[in-house]
């Protein structure tokens, strides 16, 4: 499809254990983002990549978080040792250089 | 560091009602501004944008005007649908010339809810 694509759509796990969340940007969008949303708590950024300069990750809340971007285009969200306050929706987005954000539908992640 | 404070919702509000949601931000310099819209069941989405002082971003009927005296970005609408329920977002940008790239740092949404 032509959209931002996220998988998998909903992923439940066991505390403690790892979790990779994919996003497959738009074709030719060299910034691609990834947002935490949690109920009640707005879309807290995690990671930011452009092009191929050093990505921002200001944003990730622990070690136990980590993303790539592979080629530039294929990005994965890696959780270690999951806790249950990791539980949220995992949001990413592409844009163009200064353009506007297009999201993926997300991946909700609970772990119990 | 660069912030951006939403008013709380949930919103309810009768159709044709007057809509205002506030948005004030925190940020060093003169950010670019954006409002996101997330409808139910369906991933966020470009309202409306401004992107120096005094520009007023519009869009479906909404519009929303930077003022830099104020730090504010207030999305306003005159006469709301039932199709406009949604969670709205309000977003700066965290560079001065967004065209120079920059993440966007949102707000923790507001839900409107229209009611017929």
């Known amino acids: 499809g032509a959209g931002v694509s996220q998988s998998p759509s909903n992923k439940v796990t066991e505390k403690g254990k790892d979790v990779e969340l994919r996003c497959d940007p738009i074709?030719?969008?060299?910034?691609l983002y990834w947002y935490r949303q949690s109920l009640g708590q707005g879309l807290e950024f995690l990671i930011y990549?452009?092009?191929?300069?050093?990505?921002?990750k200001s944003g990730l809340p622990s070690d136990r978080f980590s993303a790539e971007r592979t080629g530039g285009s294929v990005s994965t969200l890696t959780i270690q040792r999951t806790q249950q306050e990791d539980s949220a929706v995992y949001l990413c987005?592409?844009?163009?250089?200064?353009?506007?954000?297009?999201f993926g539908e997300g991946s909700r992640l609970t772990v119990l | 560091g660069n912030s951006v404070t939403q008013m709380e919702g949930p919103v309810t509000l009768s159709e044709e009602a007057f809509l205002t949601i506030n948005c004030t931000y925190t940020?060093?310099?003169?950010?670019?501004l954006f409002w996101y819209v997330q409808y139910p069941g369906e991933g966020l989405q470009l309202l409306l944008k401004?992107?120096?002082?005094?520009d007023k971003g519009s869009n479906k009927g909404f519009e929303a005007t930077y003022r830099k005296e104020t730090t504010s970005f207030h999305l306003e609408k005159g006469s709301v649908q039932v199709s406009d329920s949604a969670v709205y977002f309000c977003?700066?940008?965290?560079?001065?010339?967004?065209?120079?790239?920059?993440?966007?740092?949102f707000g923790q949404g507001t839900e409107l809810s229209v009611k017929p």
């Open positions: 987005a592409s844009s163009l250089i200064g353009g506007e954000l297009f």
């Open positions: 074709s030719g969008h060299t910034a």
């Open positions: 990549f452009q092009g191929n300069s050093a990505p921002d």
């Open positions: 940020a060093t310099g003169y950010p670019s």
């Open positions: 401004a992107t120096k002082a005094d």
């Open positions: 977003a700066l940008s965290d560079k001065k010339d967004y065209n120079q790239g920059g993440k966007l740092i």
